[in-house]
């Protein structure tokens, strides 16, 4: 196991010294350390005999407690290896979601709006840079990514400011405004309201006018599953990736953990997006079955939040299995393709460099029509090693022969059924 460790400067005033230090780190049964004294500068370092990172990190923080209660004492972390370790994790995920962020608006301002979108919803600010000019390579200029001069934090702020409140919402506001002011203007009462009441329904009026007239968006206009929450969540994840951005001395696991959870929900609802938007556009439901031996049901449902569940259907040996995913995306699809045909290297490579960051591209991964000879090269072996591969990822998988919640039975005639009230126009 990995061992941890904290670097310190430490300086006292008055009558402390190596002897108090040692005195304070000795109650520490579990932590080991060195002392150097340089002049009145002690260098010191604590790090964990028993490689338990939960437990160094109590006692990391109880010692730098204690000392700080000393007057006049200066303390400094110079290295923390947990915190370098939380922070290299956070450098290796940010990337990823931030770009997934980027991408996310892009393509559906782009879809939406067409390729002036950016001239009519991107207003240069102080919160804009110019990160394509002065650029020594000349390549830059030829790229549009026109959402790459915002900050990190500014994402969420665009999607605030251009993506509006769901529409039936304002109307209904609206509606409740004008209904207390029709019941306000009916009371008796000897001082004239007419006038003050008049001027606030001429402003609803124009409001409303304004619904259509504006030229920002709202959310159900442009997004499935993107809610405001998420512009919170965006805030709030933006001080934990400024401790990255801006190497801090010390973070703790709390902190970190609160990172990925947050990480975690908000790249979910992107990806959930991302597939809703490249798999199934306007439709509930929709399938991808051509010739390959493995047929996909992708579905929406929507309840306060949309979600997809992926059902597979294949056969291999004679043996037909059907598996299934509720809350997917479409990495999950590819975590399916990389699993099911995980002893076809060449494949493999194949799809995680051109589907794997990318729903858009998932059509031409669909169309494979090489699958077919593939499952006929399962051996029985194998099918088990998949089959409790895809369970450890999270899918439910079933034979004909089995039965049990989840269980996808997938009947051509109530496929289509389903297929048929789902649709749109059906509702």
């Known amino acids: 196991m990995e061992q941890h460790y904290t670097q310190f400067i430490l300086q006292f005033q008055g009558n402390y010294g190596t002897e108090t230090l040692k005195e304070i780190l000795k109650e520490y049964i579990d932590i080991n350390y060195h002392i150097n004294l340089i002049e009145e500068h002690i260098f010191f ?15 990391k923080k109880k010692i730098i407690e204690i000392l700080g209660r000393i007057d006049g004492l200066y303390l400094t972390i110079l290295y923390d290896s947990q915190t370098a370790k939380h922070l290299q994790k956070i450098s290796s995920s940010i990337y990823e979601l931030e770009r997934n962020f980027r991408n996310l608006i892009e393509i559906k301002m782009l879809r939406k709006v067409g390729t002036s979108w950016s001239s009519k919803y991107l207003t240069p600010n102080d919160s804009t840079f110019d990160r394509k000019t002065g650029r020594k390579d000349e390549v830059f200029k030829y790229l549009a990514n026109p959402l790459d001069d915002y900050n990190f934090k500014n994402l ?33 009462s ?72 947050l990480r975690l929900r908000i790249n979910k609802k992107i990806l959930v997006e991302l597939t809703v938007d490249s798999l199934l556009g306007m439709e509930r439901i929709k399938d991808f079955d051509n010739g390959t031996g493995i047929r996909f049901t992708v579905s929406k449902y929507e309840n ?22 509720m809350e997917a995306d479409y990495t999950d699809i590819h975590k399916f393709y990389s699993t099911l045909f995980q002893y076809k290297k060449e494949f493999i490579e194949s799809i995680n460099t051109i589907y794997s960051k990318n729903p858009y591209l998932f059509n031409a991964l669909f169309d494979n029509t090489e699958m077919s000879s593939w499952l006929e090269e399962i051996t ?48």
């Open 156 to 188: 969420g702020g665009f999607v605030k400011e251009n993506i509006g409140k769901n529409k039936n919402e304002i109307f209904e506001r609206l509606e409740i405004l004008d209904n207390k002011i029709e019941e306000f203007r009916n009371k008796k």
């Open 190 to 261: 000897n001082i004239d309201f007419s006038e003050i009441t008049d001027k606030i329904i001429e402003e609803i009026d124009e409001l409303k006018k304004s619904i259509y007239s504006n030229s920002n968006l709202f959310s159900e206009d442009i997004y499935s599953h993107i809610k405001p929450d998420l512009v919170q969540e965006w805030n709030r994840i933006y001080d934990f990736r400024n401790y990255w951005a801006h190497n801090i001395f010390l973070m703790t696991e709390t902190e970190y953990s609160e990172y990925e959870r």
């Open 45 to 59: 370092v604590i790090y964990d005999k028993m490689k338990i990172p939960k437990n160094f990190e109590k006692n």
């Open 380 to 427: 029985e072996d194998i099918l088990q090693q998949v089959i409790e591969n895809l369970k450890q990822n999270g899918f439910n998988v079933k034979t004909e022969n089995e039965s049990g919640e989840g269980l996808v039975f997938i009947n051509e005639d109530h496929h289509n059924y389903l297929k048929a009230i789902l649709s749109p126009g059906n509702n």
């Open 304 to 325: 306060e939040v949309v979600h997809c569940e992926i059902k597979i259907k294949f056969k291999v040996k004679e043996k037909t299995l059907y598996v299934s995913k």
